[in-house]
């Protein structure tokens, strides 16, 4: 009986320790730049080829037009990535776009919203890529995982924008 009062107050603690991170730290804000050796044009020409997600967003499996055009804004998609055997389906509205300068846009599902603005600048040796991710959980539950996972989802942003780099300078060189 006292091992079970036990685990009942830490399972206790711990959802309140989770329910506490979500109200003290409701969204989580995210910023990577990275230096790309590739023009701004062909940077961005990569980024924006549908033909190149699948070098650089993890698990990636596919993004279909729902409603409106490309490239403009209230352009509404799908993604589809696939993680640990779950398929995750995310709504994408495109927000805001300039060619070879801007991408912004919002990323949501049941479960987050997620604001990104990803800014394009040239350089003497290349480009900069610079992403802005606001990123909230919808629900006091979800609001408090996402806290705990700030350095989980730091890392894998930082890899998906390094991947991307990669993929940007490979397609360069090939040229």
Request: charged share 20%; with cysteine; hydrophobic share 45%.
């Amino acid at each position: 009986m006292k091992l079970i009062r036990i685990i009942f107050y830490a399972a206790a603690f711990i959802a309140i320790a989770i329910i506490a991170a979500g109200i003290i730290s409701p969204t989580q804000t995210y910023v990577i730049t990275k230096e790309v050796k590739a023009p701004l044009d062909h940077s961005f020409e990569v980024f924006m080829d549908s033909s190149s997600f699948p070098h650089w967003i993890k698990n990636y499996r596919g993004v279909k037009t729902i409603y409106g055009e490309p490239d403009i804004p209230g352009h509404i998609a799908q993604l589809t990535i696939k993680e640990a055997g779950k398929v995750i389906v995310l709504k994408q509205e495109l927000l805001g776009f300039e060619e070879n300068k801007s991408y912004d846009f919002k990323l949501e599902n049941d479960a987050i919203a997620i604001l990104v603005n990803i800014d394009f600048k040239a350089t003497d040796t290349g480009c900069i890529i610079r992403s802005e991710s606001i990123v909230e959980g919808n629900g006091i539950l979800w609001k408090g995982l996402l806290s705990l996972y700030r350095t989980l989802i730091s890392v894998g942003m930082e890899k998906q924008y390094s991947r991307l780099v990669s993929y940007i300078e490979s397609t360069y060189s090939q040229k």
